[in-house]
């Protein structure tokens, strides 16, 4: 490759870049004139380059504009190897306990990322692939998560409006501040069925004192979950408690 095809390639890479630094704080999105705008790149450049970063599933193109993309939550899955080997040992314990799939979540605004597991060993359970992206307001431990922000954090987001994933899910802003303000004073969510039929879970946020923000949840068919509600919760806090506490030596 000559010099100046090295050189166009790494601009490439640096106006890409500006793309992805420039959403990384905007949940809601931004249009291709205001991403232009924010990233001083001419409008064909950045309208080029986010069909180029669509395509590899970088970014999503959608109705409210350019948003980051499931790429970038699977590789983001990836990067937090120190926790979830520390935690593993704990959430294998608790599945085994529980005999329900345990997950690790970590914080992204309007979503929570998948990244790390332990299935259930029931033949019913309850599964995700490791990157799934989870909404805030209709998945437990997102709303451990949310009800952890800034008020205003909050408000910022529920301006796109929530998404209806079953007929539970709560779509109401009002309703969703009261669930939160529930959640904020009981310490723990609960997703009856918010979030797809027929699943239920529990979620509590683990007090990492790391710069990014996590979330351990219990999730549980349906038919199970009140029978073994009250059980599962102890054991779920008994959980929290101790890899917060590995944390704590570790650091």
């Known amino acids: 490759m000559s010099e100046a095809n090295e050189n166009q390639g790494s601009q490439v890479i640096i106006r890409a870049a500006q793309i ?11 249009s291709i ?31 409210n504009g350019v948003q980051l993309g499931p790429a970038l939550a699977r590789l983001a899955a990836s990067a937090h190897t120190d926790l979830v080997t520390l ?15 345990v997950n690790l979540s970590v914080y992204r605004g309007m979503h929570v990322v998948l990244v790390s597991q332990y299935a259930s060993d029931q033949e019913l359970r309850v599964i995700s692939p490791l990157g799934t992206a989870f909404p805030c307001h209709s998945s437990a431990h997102g709303k451990a998560l949310w009800a952890s922000q800034p008020p205003a954090n909050i408000d910022t987001f529920l301006k796109s409006g929530l998404d209806a994933r079953t007929k539970s899910t709560i ?22 069925e918010e979030h797809a ?3 239920c879970a529990i979620g ?40 917060e506490t590995l944390l704590d030596v570790a650091n």
């Open 87 to 101: 935690s593993r040992p704990a959430m294998e314990m608790l599945s085994r306990r529980t005999h329900e799939t």
């Open 171 to 192: 779509t109401h802003k009002q309703a969703l501040l009261t669930e939160l303000e529930t959640v904020r004073n009981a310490g723990f969510a609960i997703d009856r």
């Open 33 to 63: 004139t205001a991403l232009a705008k924010e990233t001083g790149l001419p409008r064909t450049t950045v309208h080029r380059l986010v069909m180029s970063l669509e395509s590899q599933q970088l970014l999503i193109n959608g109705v």
């Open 204 to 243: 509590v946020v683990l007090n990492t004192h790391l710069s990014e923000q996590y979330a351990l949840s219990i999730a549980v068919p349906a038919l199970r979950f009140e029978e073994k509600y009250d059980s599962l919760l102890s054991m779920l806090m008994q959980c929290k408690a101790e890899i």
């Open 197 to 199: 039929r027929g699943v």
């Open 20 to 30: 992805l630094r420039a959403l990384e704080n905007q949940p809601l999105g931004l």
